[in-house]
């Protein structure tokens, strides 16, 4: 056995090491789902076979020393009893290959459900949600807001919450399901989204905003128009429908029409002009946008999101270590 677990820990860490290296891309979701099923072969096996048998090994010696002692009281001879704990401590401790197994198989298991059911952590890489999210965020994202799925294979198993334009969504990026996006939710499935010289249209409505004070971005030194956009969360025709706020970036320098958009599935239903584009969302898919409109690889550019695609709602920044200021929720 020790052989066969030094060959299977091996694998892992070849996996880990050429996905850490570039050489592949990695899934953790499966990696974290094949530690915990192995890790749990390990810890059955234990439970039942390795560790009894350790201890009927143990008992089997002190059962030897007590045999033994009797045999010499027989004969009329006095003898101190040997020390066989230490033995039997011996005996019945793991062995390192159960030690990197069984032994992991509840630490694995707790972070296998939290993060396939409940909450997985994400590190914002890029800016493309700014201001909303920095470069460097650590995020929260709930796994059971729009319902519990399956971890690997992403089935939805239960209804939870309608998705809602304005949501912080993560999902599976479609030119490559192996890779988490992050991006707001802007056309919902039947919607006409419209995003014309920078400014959003939904239905033919209009999304209002409002200008603020410009936002300086430290990593360039330079200030860039900032506004605050009011989401409609239900029909963009009902006034009294309620509203996300949330802040938004526009670059005035940065043309409006959308140059390199690929070949993605429905992108008949999208039309492309030097004043920018018009969708009309699919059923069963999701329009996505970044905060960060001119610095976004969004739908724009490789299409509509579909619902088995989606990994959870972000809904909190738990750490960011270079600032933490940004630690709290956010729309």
């Known amino acids: ?52 048998k350790r201890i009927q090994e143990a008992q089997e010696m002190d059962q030897a020393e007590q045999k033994r002692l009797g045999e010499l009281a027989s004969m009329g001879i006095q003898h101190a009893p040997l020390d066989i704990q230490a033995k039997q401590q011996e005996i019945l401790r793991q062995p390192w290959w159960l030690d990197w197994t069984a032994g992991l198989f509840p630490v694995i298991l707790v972070v296998f459900i939290l993060r396939s059911f409940l909450f997985e952590p994400f590190k914002i890489p890029s800016g493309s949600m700014i201001p909303t999210l920095w470069v460097g965020d650590l995020i929260l994202v709930n796994k059971f807001h729009y319902g519990i799925r399956l971890p690997v294979i992403n089935l939805k198993v239960t209804e939870g919450e309608p998705v809602k334009r304005g949501d912080v969504m993560v999902f599976r990026y479609p030119p490559n399901p192996s ?90 239903q999208c039309q492309y002009s030097l004043e920018g584009i018009v969708c009309k969302v699919p059923e069963g898919h999701y329009f996505m946008m970044g905060d960060n409109r001119d610095n976004s690889l969004d739908s724009r550019y490789w299409g509509f999101v579909p619902d088995k695609n989606i990994v959870g709602r972000a809904f909190y920044v738990w750490m960011n270590f270079g600032n933490l200021k940004r630690i709290g929720g956010f729309d």
């Open 1 to 52: 056995m020790a052989i066969l677990t030094a060959f299977v820990l091996g694998a892992f860490g070849l996996y880990i090491g050429s996905w850490y290296l570039g050489y592949q891309e990695g899934n953790f979701a499966l990696l974290l789902f094949s530690a915990t099923v192995v890790t749990g072969i390990y810890w059955l096996f234990e439970k039942a076979i390795f560790l009894p």
């Open 179 to 268: 890779l988490d996006y992050i991006k707001r939710v802007v056309g919902l499935p039947g919607d006409e989204v419209a995003y014309i010289n920078k400014k959003l249209t939904i239905n033919g409505v209009v999304v209002k905003d409002a200008a603020l004070p410009d936002f300086f971005e430290e990593d360039s030194l330079r200030y860039i128009k900032q506004f605050e956009e009011s989401m409609p969360t239900g029909d963009t025709k009902d006034p009294q429908v309620p509203q996300v706020k949330h802040r938004l970036l526009n670059e005035n320098e940065r043309p409006a029409f959308v140059e390199g958009a690929s070949n993605f599935p429905f992108k008949e």
